[in-house]
């Protein structure tokens, strides 16, 4: 069984900054790919960031220049720096996470809300 905590989300004022955490625990061999989605009401769950196992990294181009992904191999995490945030960034923000154990399965945390205010 795999757990992921999420944390760090909040509200804050558009430009603020913002730093989200996912940690993930249980029966596993590793970790592969890492990533944040994020759900506004009314919308579809879309793909902010992913990192690989290696450190390779993608981002949504709505987040370029001001979100970044990273991990921590050592903690089993996976990170999300927010800078200068929107109102539009404004959404239910999830981690998801390949984990090998026989095979690869996606986990998903239980999402960390975000609200900037304008």
């Known amino acids: 069984q795999v757990q992921l905590v999420e944390s760090g989300g909040g509200l804050v004022q558009a430009g603020g900054s913002l730093r989200l955490s996912c940690a993930a625990s249980g029966s596993f061999f590793r970790l592969n790919s890492m990533g944040w989605y994020r759900q506004a009401p009314g919308k579809q769950r879309e793909l902010v960031a992913a990192?690989?196992?290696?450190?390779?990294?993608n981002s949504a181009d709505s987040v370029k220049g001001r979100f970044t992904i990273s991990r921590d191999n050592a903690k089993n995490a996976v990170y999300l720096t927010l800078n200068s945030l929107k109102p539009e960034d404004t959404a239910v923000y999830y981690c998801k996470v390949a984990v090998v154990y026989i095979r690869s399965t996606d986990y998903w945390g239980q999402g960390t809300q975000v609200t900037v205010s304008s």
């Open positions: 990192i690989t196992s290696d450190g390779s990294t």
